[in-house]
């Protein structure tokens, strides 16, 4: 989709901004550019669009050499949002976020049919936010108008130099996590330059990371963390990047053990064959847990206390869908105090697939950094098996 070949910027005062720079987008995918400033990030970027001239090299959008197009009809396929959001002060969010179907000439009210369309996408309700003017919106709803304001045209190609670099981290979480789904929905091509490297993971399906001039590596979140291809990388990714792993890396089934499991309806069973067990519906549906001393009961030595598991089974709020990051089952555990914690299928209505265990957490962490054994010391942690674990109470006590 975007094709950079061999691609050079020198300045008119000799500094080298880009230096020989060749990679390819595909069509779908964003791209996160990250690196310190004055890399040569924003320059890449603005090549796109052709604010700024290579001075050697060819770049491809589609196939086609971009420099033979012309630059206005070239920019109408590429939304640009930057961080200053550059909205007009004089002009209505409406009329903001409408500016490019206006510049297209599209009847006036498909155009606020549009804008009103888009507003309403990236979380402004265009009845409220609508007629307000630019200086009377939060930092964070102004950059949502400038997102709404590039996507109006709905152009292929989407360029983001640092678009939520100036709001609050809370704000920016909140950002990145909607544009996120927007970008699930609207699966545009994207650049996105940022100078932070949790943004560059989060939101990248692959990151670019730059030195000077040059992309150092350019991979998934995963490998950059993981492997880094150089001394560089690793350096800039930073020392934790373990733990930022953590959030790039999903809870597969194979990571999954399979404690004892007992039904609401079962009559109580004298002995658990563990410390614990977990308490499923009937649909095999999550409910809770039930603890050994809770089976055993009131009657004779050895002996269970009677009725159902139902009556003695307790809630479990420790759980996580399939599919969420190592970093939520960490940071679940510690917020339940919870020694493990039970996930389920979220296709299936919350079926119960198995127990996540701080041992196997771990495993899974090493089997993403498997590809990178050189750059990651391993340290060798002996964890206790799920048998040995306490339940999720005896923490609590
Ligand atoms: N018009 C210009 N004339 C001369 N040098 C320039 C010009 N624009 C940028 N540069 C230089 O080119 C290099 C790359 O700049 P660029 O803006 O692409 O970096 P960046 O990675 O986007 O940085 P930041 O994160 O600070 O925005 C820097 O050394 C910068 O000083």
Redesign the pocket.
Known sequence: MIRFEHVTKR???G?T??DDLSFEVNEGELITLV???????????KMVNRLIEPSSGRILLDGEDISTVDPVKLRRRIGYVIQQVGLFPHRTVLDNTATVPHLLNWPRKKARARAAELLDLVGLDPAVHGDRYPDQLSGGQRQRVGVARALAADPPVLLM??PFGAVDPVVREHLQNEFLRLQQQMRKTVLF?T?DIEEAVRLGDRIAV?GQ?RIEQFDAPAAVLGAPATPYVADFVGADRGLKRLSVTPIEEGDLEQPPVVHLDDPLPRDLGARWAVVLDGQDNLHGWIAAEHARGTGAAGTSAGGTVREHARRMDAWLPLGASLKQAFATMLQHDAGWIAVIDKEEKGRFLGVLTPARLHEALRRSIDADERAVPRTEVALESVESLPAPADRRA
């Open positions: 300045y008119p005062d500094t901004a880009v690196g310190p400033s004055g890399c040569g990030k924003t320059t890449t970027m130099d640092e330059v100078h730059y001039g």
